[in-house]
């Protein structure tokens, strides 16, 4: 849909004889400079140019890109409340930006880990709505196989690591993961995703330390939505500044609701890593769900506080604001592209939905080095038989 959205040139700007000339503007790849929201604030080290340059091809993919997380997220919460999602299950609407801009900076190359808030993560990192759903579902479709759901996502073929549980645990994963770039002199980084509820996780600064002294490509990205589960970050942190958490390794502050900063903001953070060693990146951002889905998200938040954001800075209402800046799509094409997101994303969850659950047998399998552990069998693999190195 991004792709075909076409222009007519107003007749003030248009020659004579082309009054009705189209152009496909999104595909476009002539530079924009465009500057960032605020500046960044650093941390040892000089910052990045607020100047960011993008093309309207990538603007348009960013409006698309984020409108497909943020349609998802909605649907998963519809799901929940129906019981076809069960468990725990935490939404990412409000924080398109970090995902998407950070995917628009590195490659696929590049590895990234992050914790339980990970849908929107393994669909910038190439995942389809499909298999999203039917993880969430816990369908043998999934990308996880049914067995990870929602804060188990996975792609190794595009260096997703998920997606992980225990809270702080998949920072010291993510160092290690660096190690093994530079161990293999691969010219790439690590991006280990954590939240600001974890920037006081022992296992950071263990991990954080070792990287430091190695010079691992490690990008340590707080993203700090301002409330660990519900309790606000001034009330479970003497030093809310995470970027600074290093001490002696660099940091910076980023708007992590615009989504051309944090573009910039990663890019600079790779090539500084790839060369010096880790660097802490804060990203302000903004859940508009409650930590999980238990968690209603109004009992230590008021909801004009909510509103206020969505109003001031909802990173998709920005890019929205900047194509309409740049003349590169009207309101009308923009509200036809999202009526096409909601039929996707509604086809998605029916065609989810037509996936079975994973076979009983499927609890044994994953656990073990294959050709080990536990295996059923028999007519109706009831029989258990183990085997161990």
């Not at 348009?60 to 409340?81: G, H, N, Q």
């Not at 997606?163 to 994963?173: M, S």
């Amino acid at each position: 849909m991004a792709a075909a959205l076409l222009r007519r040139i107003p007749a003030a700007r248009a020659p004579a004889m082309a009054l009705m000339a189209a152009r496909p503007i999104s595909d476009s790849t002539a530079a924009l400079t465009i500057e960032t929201s605020v500046p960044f604030t650093s941390h040892l080290v000089d910052p990045p140019s607020r100047d960011v340059t993008t093309t309207p091809a990538e603007l348009m993919t960013f409006f698309r890109d984020m409108s497909v997380m943020r349609r998802m997220e909605i649907a998963a919460d519809s799901l929940y409340k129906a019981k076809l999602i069960r468990g725990f299950c935490h939404l990412y609407d409000g924080q398109e930006a970090v995902a998407v801009g950070m995917e628009a900076a590195i490659t696929r190359g590049d590895s990234i880990i992050t914790a339980y808030r990970d849908h929107c993560t393994y669909l910038a990192r190439g995942g389809d709505l499909v298999s999203a759903f039917s993880e969430l579902m816990g369908r043998e479709a999934g990308c996880s196989r049914g067995k990870g759901g929602s804060m188990h996502f996975y792609k190794k073929d595009a260096n997703f690591y998920g997606g992980h549980g225990i809270v702080g645990a998949q920072v010291p994963l993510g160092c290690g993961l660096a190690f093994s770039q530079k161990y293999k002199k691969e010219d790439t980084a690590t991006f280990a995703l954590y939240g600001d509820g974890a920037a006081n996780q022992g296992q950071l600064f263990e991990a954080l330390n070792i990287s430091a002294l190695w010079k691992l490509p490690a990008i340590l990205v707080c993203e700090n939505n301002h409330y660990g589960m519900g309790t606000a970050e001034w009330r479970a942190a003497k030093s809310p500044a995470y970027y600074k958490r290093g001490d002696y390794v660099p940091g910076l502050k980023v708007d992590g609701m615009d989504v051309l900063a944090v573009k910039q903001a990663c890019r600079f953070a790779k090539e500084h890593a790839v060369v010096n060693g880790p660097i802490v990146l804060e990203m302000d951002t903004y859940r508009y769900h409650g930590h999980s889905m238990s968690d209603p998200g109004s009992t230590y938040r008021t909801r004009d506080e909510i509103s206020g954001v969505r109003q001031e800075r909802d990173p998709i209402e920005r890019v929205r604001k900047l194509i309409y800046a740049h003349d590169l799509a009207t309101p009308a094409e923009l509200k036809d592209m999202e009526k096409e997101i909601r039929k996707q994303v509604d086809d998605a969850i029916a065609k989810a939905k037509e996936s079975p659950m994973p076979d009983t047998s499927e609890l044994f399998t994953n656990v073990y080095k294959k050709g080990f552990g536990v295996e059923s069998f028999g007519p109706d693999r009831k029989e258990l038989r183990a085997t161990l190195p």
